[in-house]
């Protein structure tokens, strides 16, 4: 059984007072796993958890999709309400590098060290089990052409800062009776890389859902293949979210894809 609340997202549901943000967070519970998965922009995924009823001060893990700001800007929000020394940090070892596009900051406003001394802090470049039925992807290769890698950005590692082509970009694959789950924050890597790398790794091809930011702005090849790629799929339901634009939502509907609107506080069982 997986249970996933959205608590940050670019849209809310009419008649549902919850605050929306050009961000990503959700709640997941998966066996014995109390798992939030990304902390937004600010301090508004709190805020809709609260009035959702949602205990954060419980979390057994804390995943991290990649380090933008718009994933991590609530970190101090989520200290500054809770002891968290207990919890599980999970995400790719790049994720706390800063980083900038042009004269903007755009990454994690806590740093590595800081990340330790507040969370049990498991860095994970390859696959890591949260438990049987989920599993955090690591960094994923680059397993389709249409989706080849892309700089956003500057990130500094190594004492210099160089272009960034995220491969702190990660996911969780959650498995359930009717096929896999995937729960992606941005898919810098390409969610059809992501989704296929899922399947390669369970060794399980039928697809409960897909749920995420595609980063799928512009019509064009990239959004053609994306949509033939999950056409070839058996895939339940989509949800593409946090940044995917109104056209490319259409060409997926067009195309009859089993897509879906995502709002905070919306619930997949």
Same mark, same amino acid.
């Given at each position: ?5 959205? &608590?940050?997202? =670019? ?7 919850? #605050?929306? !943000? ?37 979390? @057994? ?5 990649? +380090? ?5 800007? /609530? #970190? ?34 806590? @740093? !590595?060290?800081? *990340?330790?001394?507040? $969370? ?9 089990? %949260?438990?049987?039925?989920?599993? $955090?992807?690591?960094? *994923?290769?680059?397993?389709?052409? $249409? !989706? ?9 590692? #190594? ?56 980063? &799928?702005?512009?019509? /064009?090849?990239? %959004? ?7 056409? +070839? ?27 879906? !609107?995502?709002?905070? /506080?919306? @619930?997949? =069982?």
């Amino acid at each position: 059984f997986m249970k996933l609340t959205v &608590l940050a997202d =670019n849209n809310t549901f009419i008649d549902q007072y919850y #605050l929306g !943000e050009p961000a990503v967070s959700y709640y997941i519970e998966i066996d014995d796993c109390r798992i939030l998965f990304d902390t937004g922009y600010s301090d508004a995924f709190l805020r809709n958890a609260l009035s959702l009823g949602i205990d954060l001060g419980a979390i @057994t893990h804390l995943v991290l999709s990649h +380090g933008h700001n718009d994933h991590t800007g /609530g #970190l101090h929000a989520l200290l500054d309400s809770f002891d968290l020394s207990h919890v599980t940090l999970i995400a790719h070892p790049g994720c706390f590098e800063p980083k900038r596009d042009g004269d903007l900051v755009i990454g994690s406003p806590l @740093t !590595e060290n800081e *990340i330790r001394s507040r $969370f049990l802090y498991q860095p994970a470049r390859t696959p890591m089990e %949260l438990s049987s039925h989920c599993q $955090f992807l690591g960094e *994923i290769p680059t397993l389709l052409p $249409f !989706e080849p890698r892309y700089a956003i950005g500057k990130a500094f590692r #190594l004492g210099q800062w160089a272009t960034d082509f995220l491969f702190d970009d990660s996911a969780l694959v959650c498995k359930t009776e009717n096929g896999l789950f995937v729960i992606s924050g941005c898919s810098h890597s390409g969610i059809c890389n992501i989704t296929e790398y899922a399947m390669q790794l369970t060794g399980i091809h039928q697809l409960a859902g897909v749920i995420g930011g595609f980063h &799928l702005f512009e019509t /064009g090849h990239r %959004l053609a293949e994306t949509i033939r790629y999950f056409s +070839g799929c058996d895939l339940t339901a989509l949800y593409p979210c946090h940044c995917v634009s109104l056209k490319a939502k259409c060409e997926m509907y067009k195309a009859a894809l089993p897509i879906h !609107e995502v709002g905070v /506080g919306m @619930t997949i =069982n």
